[in-house]
Structure formats: structure tokens, C-alpha cells
């Protein structure tokens, strides 16, 4: 990944947050109400494979793979609103 310049007078935060439409609309508007605007959401899927041995029978193998779904979002707002803490 490339680093990328960002503006003075910014912050920025980012969150991941379960793949489901109604928490993410709920973490975007709740902090929309304290300034921060989504500048990028992307929906991640990260896979993970391994073979474990058999339980009983160590010479069988099993592929197990396991999957994990969810959103990232960047947010920004500006350093300079009146009364930020």
C-alpha cells in the first residue's frame, strides 16, 4: 500500500466494522453527528486456509477454511471546528 499525502487542518479515522447494512449505516450517521465525513468504505473478505490432522486418525488430513466479511471505512473532518475537544 502507498502512503498518501493528506492535508493539513485534517484528521482521519479508520474503522471496521461486521458486514451488515444496518450497523454500518449506524456507525456512518453516528458519526456523522461529531463532523466526520465518509471519505471511502470498502467491503473486505479475508479467507484463511490450513490442513489439520485427523482427530482420531492423524494420517487423514482436512483443508479447513475459515472466512471473515467485513466493511472498512476511512472518515476525515477538519481540526478547526469551534468547540471540538
Do not use: C
Amino acid at each position: 500500500m502507498t502512503s498518501v499525502e493528506r492535508p493539513a487542518g485534517y484528521e482521519y479515522k479508520h474503522i471496521e466494522v461486521p458486514q451488515t447494512e444496518s450497523v454500518v449505516n449506524l456507525v456512518t450517521n453516528t458519526y456523522g453527528m461529531f463532523y466526520w465525513e465518509v471519505q471511502s468504505t470498502q467491503t473486505v473478505v479475508a479467507k484463511e486456509a490450513h490442513l489439520e490432522r485427523g482427530e482420531y486418525n492423524s494420517d487423514n488430513l482436512y483443508s479447513v477454511v475459515t472466512t471473515e466479511r467485513f466493511v472498512a471505512i476511512d472518515f476525515k473532518r477538519a481540526t478547526n471546528i469551534p468547540n471540538l475537544p
